[in-house]
């Protein structure tokens, strides 16, 4: 029929940041942090960057599927952190990889990024491309100011990705999708300002803009409202009811968020998989990581209906009817 994901995976680095240990830096609480988001912990990279991380995933993914590198057409990689703004981080880990038939580049939809690959990855499957590689992949903890308690508890690093291909002797596809940009109101969320600095222009702005700003009362707003509406939507098109979704892969913003969705849909609490109490907000890489937990679990299974959706920085948000 279509798109078929062939592998998942997905990798965190080692360091594990509780809540417990983010009182040595500002004045908060595990109860205080774990009551209004359901973190717990996070990871955090040390020396790693978010092409080392995106690289661990693509390499662990074609070990799997016992794909040779140059079995790649393409290589799409969704962060909001590159190591670069040239070279991406998706020319940077097909270089790695050695893949050297794939064309590569980044795709910056903050959390909503691995959903928009994904889309991408649909259409250009549709040519006569037949096989790719898409991964979300992070380290949020560069633009975290670790003294901001409204924002440094809510993120952390990872990276998921995926391996897929055109097959049409499968039912897996992708059945229906809806994006959405909402740019009027990309303030509400800002991260990595890139002031000018040049000959005849000398930017003098607050060096803090480099860091997560969020304005929370409106993102909340904006995620509780507008991701329902791109659920129901995205149903809509593909003419499945609610109630037929065997499961919800939303991004793992915040517990209070992914339930309020479930109340705004009428469905079970538990059709939403979450892990957000373990690795926090890892943007881009929160929906393939927590698809390859549920695959590995043995929760998700070949046919499943399947609806992921992602929402966040610019605003953004965008939903993907899927069949396993």
Not at 106 to 115: E, H, M, R, W
Not at 267 to 275: A, H, I, R
Not at 316 to 321: E, F
Request: glycine share 8%; hydrophobic share 40%.
């Amino acid at each position: 029929m279509g798109l078929k994901i062939v592998r998942t995976a997905h990798y965190v680095p080692e360091k594990i940041v509780t809540n417990n240990d983010l009182t040595a830096f500002m004045e908060t609480s595990d109860e205080w942090i774990s009551s209004r988001t359901g973190i717990k912990e996070r990871h955090i990279a040390q020396k790693q960057q978010t092409s080392d991380l995106g690289l661990a995933v693509g390499q662990q993914l074609l070990q799997q599927a016992d794909w040779s590198p140059q079995d790649l057409d393409f290589i799409i990689v969704a962060t909001m952190s590159p190591d670069y703004l040239t070279p991406s981080t998706a020319a940077i880990i097909q270089g790695k990889l050695q893949a050297t038939n794939a064309f590569a580049f980044d795709i910056n939809a903050a959390c909503s990024g691995f959903i928009y690959a994904l889309s991408v990855a649909d259409k250009i499957l549709n040519t006569k491309v037949r096989r790719g590689m898409i991964i979300g992949a992070e380290t949020l903890s560069k633009l975290v100011d670790w003294h901001e308690r409204s924002t440094a508890v809510l993120f952390g690093d990872g990276a998921g990705g995926v391996l897929v291909e055109h097959d049409d002797q499968e039912q897996s596809a992708v059945i229906a999708e809806d994006l959405q940009t909402f740019g009027s109101d990309g303030q509400s969320l800002t991260a990595g300002y890139q002031p000018m600095n040049s000959l005849f222009n000398n930017d003098s702005v607050d060096s803090h803009a480099h860091y997560f700003e969020m304005d929370g009362r409106a993102v909340y707003r904006f995620a509780t409202h507008e991701v329902p509406s791109s659920i129901m939507r995205t149903l809509q098109q593909a003419k499945w009811e609610p109630g037929e979704v065997d499961w919800f892969v939303l991004h793992q913003a915040n517990l209070r968020i992914i339930k309020s969705i479930a109340r705004h849909l009428q469905q079970p609490e538990t059709k939403f998989l979450t892990n957000v109490a373990h690795f926090g907000n890892t943007s881009a890489a929160s929906v393939p990581i927590l698809l390859d937990e549920a695959v590995n679990n043995q929760q998700i299974d070949r046919g499943q209906k399947l609806i992921l959706s992602g929402f966040g920085g610019g605003l953004t948000a965008g939903s993907i009817a899927l069949i396993y």
